[in-house]
């Protein structure tokens, strides 16, 4: 299915890049998008991507922060995080879905990965 990976303890102000790789369908075919929980918390959207990374859209929270893309020639999706803070602390999540264009909505991704655990200390 997905396999994110990525994820890690860093200080805050540094950066990490996330990876979710897909073997298993075709992937240029999918939306993906990239969800985030953090302790206690429900699952908020990060950031989509439209099958042909044409059309992108963060949540506000990371805008100008973080920057979603793909290679759709090797089944990648990535999440660049630049100037991390606490409040990122959270297990990142990629998703997968066929019938959008992009999406901030879990229900319309099918596919998802484990997760990554990603954690900023002050």
């Known amino acids: 299915q997905l396999v994110e990976s990525g994820g890690g303890l860093v200080q805050a102000g540094d950066s990490l890049r996330l990876s979710c790789k897909t073997s298993?369908?075709?992937?240029?075919?999918?939306?993906t998008g990239w969800f985030r929980q953090a302790p206690g918390k429900e699952r908020e959207f990060v950031a989509t991507i439209s099958r042909n990374g044409a059309t992108r859209y963060e949540a506000d929270s990371v805008k100008g922060r973080f920057t979603i893309s793909r290679d759709n020639t090797k089944n990648e999706l990535y999440l660049q995080m630049n100037s991390l803070k606490p409040e990122d602390t959270a297990d990142y999540y990629c998703?997968?879905?066929?019938?959008?264009?992009?999406?901030?909505?879990?229900?319309?991704?099918?596919?998802w990965g484990q997760g990554t655990q990603v954690t900023v200390s002050t």
């Open positions: 298993d369908f075709t992937f240029h075919n999918y939306a």
């Open positions: 998703a997968a879905g066929l019938h959008v264009w992009t999406s901030k909505l879990e229900s319309e991704y099918e596919y």
